[in-house]
Antibody
């Protein structure tokens, strides 16, 4: 079945780095753009980044631009989010999600991985 | 940047009743609007895309409508499993960005 599994979350001090992973199965990973979306505790959803199916283009929310980097390894069916210079406000559950087609929704989601930025 | 505003923040509805959720954009855009359902402790689930097309496996009691700056999600007869938080999400062509509304919680009356 269609599945996305995130990993790599944890507790990290402000200013440090963390890399999240998202492994896909059950579909042709190389055919889809992929998103990272986050949700701070008790808050709504916030789009973080998108990478095209071939890694050729990447887009970021202003809140993470210059600090976060999205990438993918299509040979491993894996999506990554490299998070640098972490701040307390980056504390959230991070979800990866499949882009159905730009403008047509995110149709497959992982279960999320929790990132806590705290000293 | 387009801002998406959902109303009401909380909607109290009895099972079997109709629920109407609103999503307003700060400026007009194409019908690249989606709706998601999220239950506590779960990932969001895509309900509607293209403003009015139900995603795979979504029951017919869910319907979406609207264009320009005003969009609506209607749940025709609420079932117990429909009590959740609902988010609208807009896609902007350039620069490519995706913006969520702040959510509407549908609770049991």
């Amino acid at each position: 079945q269609l599945q996305l599994v995130e990993s790599g979350g944890g507790v990290v001090q402000p200013g440090r780095s963390l890399r999240l992973s998202c492994t896909a199965s059950g579909f042709t990973f190389t055919s889809y753009g992929m998103h990272w979306v986050r949700q701070a505790p008790g808050k709504g959803l916030e789009w973080v980044a998108l990478i095209w199916y071939d890694g050729g283009n990447k887009y970021y929310a202003d809140s993470v631009k210059g600090r976060f980097s999205i990438s993918r390894d299509n040979s491993k069916n894996t999506l990554y989010l490299q998070m640098n210079s972490l701040r307390a406000e980056d504390t959230a559950v991070y979800y990866c999600a499949r882009d159905r087609t730009p403008g047509y929704g995110m149709d497959v989601w992982g279960q999320g991985t929790t990132v806590t930025v705290s000293s | 940047e387009i801002v998406m505003t959902q109303s009401p923040a909380t909607l109290s509805v009895s099972p079997g009743e109709r629920a109407t959720l609103s999503c307003r954009a700060s400026q007009s855009f194409s019908s690249n609007l989606a709706w998601y359902q999220q239950k506590p402790g779960q990932a969001p689930r895509l309900l509607i895309y293209g403003a009015s097309t139900r995603a795979t496996g979504i029951p017919a009691r869910f319907s979406g409508s609207g264009s320009g700056t005003e969009f609506t999600l209607t749940i025709s007869s609420l079932q117990s499993e429909d009590f959740a938080v609902y988010y609208c999400q807009q896609y902007n062509n350039w620069p490519p960005t995706w913006t969520f509304g702040q959510g509407t919680k549908v609770e049991i009356k």
